[in-house]
Structures are given as C-alpha cells and as structure tokens.
C-alpha cells in the first residue's frame, strides 16, 4: 500500500526565525518517517537554522513584495510532489498555500501550534489541529464546525542529551559540576520577557530564602531583542545569572536540558523537560513567581498551553518553597508520568494519520472567497499601517 504523501509548509517571519514550532514539525516527522512520504517547505524571509540541515526541507523566500511573483514557482513544486495533503504550521504557511491551493486544490490542514487565540477572524482550513484546548475553543466559537477542530498537545519526543555540548557550555561559562543550574530556553523577545523574568525571580527566591546558594540561572535564547536583554540585565545584577544567545548552544538547545536541576518552561519546553525526568515550572500571568507543574496546576496549566496565559491566582513564595522540600525524585517521577500520559508524540500517530486520510478539500464558496481575500489583505498589509498580523497570532 502507498505511502500518503504530506506536504508540510512553514513560514519564516522573521529573519531569525526558529519558534518552538520549527522543532514541533521536526518531532511530528521524525515520528511519522515510517507512515508517511513527506516534504517540508520553509517558506518566507530565510531558510530557517533549525531546517537548514534537514535532508527533507526545501526554501523557497517569499516576501510581501514578491508573493504574487512567487505563486507560479510555489504551484510547480507543489504540482511536481503532488501531495494528498497540505499541513501548514503557522498563518503565514496558511496565507500562502491557500493562493496555491485555488489552483492546486488539496487539502489543508491548518496547525495551531500555541499562542494567543486573537480575534473573530481564523482563517480557513479543511481541518485545524491544536496545541491547546484554549485554541480550540476560540476556533469552535468562530468556526462552528467541531468535525474539523482537533486537540492534540503531544509534540515532544524523549531528549536526545547532546553530551559534547553540554561539556562544551560548562568549560566556555565555566559552570561546575557541583552547582544546581535552573535553565529557561526562550527567544529573548517581548512576548517571552514575562517568563524570563519569572526564572530570574525563582532564582531570587531560592538564593533570598537561604533554600540553596548554590543555583545558577541559564537563559538560552536567540536575542530577538536587544532591549528585553538589557532590561534581563539590569533585574540580574547581583545574581548569579548567565545569558547564552550563540547560535551553537540556541540551535537544538532542548539537547543541553539534561543539565539543569530545575526547568522553567513554555509549551513544547514543558514537555521536552518532562521527558527527562526533571523539575518543573511554568510562567503564571499576573505573578512574580512560576507556578510548579504538578497534580493541582496540571489542568489549567494543559488548557493554556503552559503559556504566560495561565490565570491562576498569585504564585506564593511559601507553595514554591514547599514545592522544593518534597522529595526530589517523587516529583522528577511525576514528569515522567505526565510526559508519557499527556506529551509523547508517538501516542498520536494515528490521529495524524486518520486526520490526513479523513481530510476533504471544501473548495471556494462565497464565504471562504470572502475569507481567503480578507487572509492576503491581512498577510500583505505593511507593518507602517496596521500592527503586525503575525503579532497577533505569534506561535510558540
């Protein structure tokens, strides 16, 4: 029997591009290799670093000047794969296919992978799968159609230590073996700043408590933004705290997890951590502190992706503190357990596959052509006049 063959398109808005969902769609493939022929398509400004050495992804820029320019090259490629499907990761892959798919007429799926909800305006796919169930909701809301929306947050795969790095971090910032290192790996950007400084506030903590005064704090990231660095800067000063943006140790860095004690993270990073058994905590809004990952934050947590969304209320000083007295190994047991259960990519193959088998291409109707117009104006529509699309629908 053949293969289904997917294409899977993704778009680089940003000259240093390289979301979590960059290594989503890697760990998607990686575990769909044996059921599936498949293509990646990086589309946009660069050929992002994180696809750069996959055998199986092809680049073809696409800016806003030239994307009508571009359409006739982008349906050849499309024509010459000829895929069963079209999996776009992100609104700008979705902006893009949909111009090609008038012609092309494929299906398309359409994946949420995290970030705010947004506003009224989702565009059309023939199926969207979620990170979150606060994505799908908002999508239910506008969409009315459940047959098409689902909730599928498992996207890591168990971490891959990459020792030589490791290694290579310990001796260039010269972090011994004997310190508890705390690690949060985030783009240094606006939209991440409210995490980073939650680390920073955990190590505070940890240090102003006389808990331990043996912790460091790692912060690993592409530096997206030179003044959310500086503004990190000024709030560490007196810590012991160590801001790491070379492209060595930032491309793939979920493979130096394995050192830290503690984890501060986001989406793909709370599940990546967890597959190593370690510490958990992610970002609260509205608080100083992280909340821990455990049994009584779980469902909230889940149900907004891990992210600085999660309404709750303040993280106290004491439930952290208290946190970190409980046995270490009981509750490194615990990430496993949630890793396995609720994370494991491997779990949802056949949801993949079912989703890409049962998937219709709907075609034009009057509403999806006034839809799809509105999505070019949207993607075409410079900085200067309107806020940024993809700031709205940034995903993580």
């Given at each position: 029997?053949?293969?289904?063959?997917?294409?899977?398109?993704?778009?680089?808005?940003?000259?240093?591009?390289?979301?979590?969902?960059?290594?989503?769609?890697?760990?998607?493939?990686?575990?769909?290799?044996?059921?599936?022929?498949?293509?990646i398509?990086?589309?946009?400004?660069?050929?992002?670093?994180?696809?750069?050495?996959?055998?199986?992804?092809?680049?073809?820029?696409?800016?806003?000047?030239?994307?009508?320019?571009?359409?006739?090259?982008?349906?050849?490629?499309?024509?010459?794969?000829?895929?069963?499907?079209?999996?776009?990761?992100?609104?700008?892959?979705?902006?893009?296919?949909?111009?090609?798919?008038?012609?092309?007429k494929?299906?398309?799926v359409?994946?949420?992978?995290?970030?705010?909800?947004?506003?009224?305006?989702?565009?059309?796919?023939?199926?969207?799968?979620?990170?979150?169930?606060?994505?799908?909701?908002?999508?239910?809301?506008y969409?009315?159609?459940?047959?098409?929306?689902?909730?599928?947050?498992n996207?890591?795969?168990?971490?891959?230590?990459?020792?030589?790095?490791?290694?290579?971090?310990?001796?260039?910032?010269?972090?011994?073996?004997?310190?508890?290192?705390?690690?949060?790996?985030?783009?240094?950007h606006?939209?991440?700043?409210?995490?980073?400084?939650?680390?920073?506030?955990?190590?505070k903590?940890?240090?102003?408590?006389?808990?331990?005064?043996?912790?460091?704090?790692?912060?690993?990231?592409m530096?997206?933004?030179?003044?959310?660095?500086?503004?990190?800067?000024?709030?560490?000063?007196?810590?012991?705290?160590?801001?790491?943006?070379?492209?060595?140790?930032?491309?793939?860095?979920?493979?130096?997890?394995?050192?830290?004690?503690?984890?501060?993270?986001?989406?793909?990073?709370?599940?990546e951590?967890?597959?190593?058994?370690?510490?958990?905590?992610?970002?609260?809004?509205?608080?100083?502190?992280?909340?821990?990952?455990?049994?009584?934050?779980?469902?909230?947590?889940?149900?907004y992706?891990?992210?600085?969304?999660?309404?709750?209320?303040?993280?106290?000083?004491?439930?952290?503190?208290?946190h970190?007295?409980?046995?270490?190994?009981?509750?490194?047991?615990?990430?496993?357990?949630?890793?396995?259960?609720?994370?494991?990519?491997?779990?949802?193959?056949?949801?993949?596959?079912?989703?890409?088998?049962t998937?219709?291409?709907?075609?034009?109707?009057?509403?999806?052509?006034?839809?799809?117009l509105?999505?070019?104006?949207?993607f075409?529509?410079?900085?200067?006049?309107?806020?940024?699309f993809y700031s709205?629908?940034?995903n993580?």
């Amino acid at each position: 029997m053949e293969k289904l063959k997917i294409l899977y398109v993704i778009n680089s808005s940003h000259k240093k591009a390289g979301g979590g969902h960059f290594y989503s769609l890697q760990t998607l493939t990686d575990s769909l290799k044996p059921f599936v022929d498949f293509k990646i398509l990086n589309v946009g400004l660069v050929h992002a670093d994180a696809l750069k050495n996959n055998v199986s992804s092809d680049f073809i820029k696409i800016t806003k000047l030239n994307f009508l320019f571009q359409i006739p090259k982008l349906s050849r490629y499309v024509r010459e794969y000829h895929p069963d499907v079209i999996h776009c990761f992100d609104t700008g892959s979705v902006s893009i296919m949909r111009t090609v798919n008038i012609f092309i007429k494929k299906p398309l799926v359409f994946s949420k992978c995290g970030g705010i909800n947004g506003g009224r305006f989702i565009q059309d796919a023939d199926a969207y799968i979620n990170f979150s169930e606060e994505n799908s909701d908002h999508f239910r809301k506008y969409k009315r159609n459940d047959n098409t929306i689902y909730t599928l947050p498992n996207r890591a795969n168990l971490i891959k230590s990459d020792l030589k790095r490791i290694n290579e971090l310990r001796i260039q910032y010269a972090i011994s073996n004997d310190e508890k290192l705390i690690i949060r790996i985030s783009r240094f950007h606006e939209l991440h700043e409210r995490s980073i400084m939650q680390a920073l506030a955990l190590l505070k903590l940890i240090i102003d408590s006389n808990f331990s005064k043996n912790y460091k704090l790692l912060l690993i990231g592409m530096p997206q933004s030179p003044d959310v660095i500086e503004r990190v800067k000024k709030a560490a000063e007196g810590y012991p705290v160590q801001i790491i943006t070379e492209q060595k140790f930032t491309n793939r860095a979920s493979e130096l997890l394995d050192m830290a004690d503690i984890i501060v993270g986001t989406g793909r990073g709370v599940m990546e951590a967890a597959s190593l058994n370690k510490i958990l905590f992610a970002p609260v809004q509205n608080s100083v502190y992280p909340a821990p990952v455990n049994e009584e934050n779980l469902t909230s947590m889940m149900y907004y992706n891990f992210s600085e969304r999660n309404k709750r209320e303040q993280v106290t000083s004491t439930e952290i503190l208290n946190h970190l007295e409980k046995d270490e190994e009981i509750i490194k047991l615990y990430s496993g357990r949630i890793f396995s259960k609720y994370f494991d990519i491997d779990a949802v193959v056949n949801d993949y596959l079912k989703i890409y088998k049962t998937t219709t291409h709907q075609g034009l109707n009057i509403n999806s052509l006034a839809n799809y117009l509105n999505d070019v104006i949207r993607f075409l529509k410079p900085r200067f006049i309107s806020k940024n699309f993809y700031s709205k629908n940034i995903n993580r």
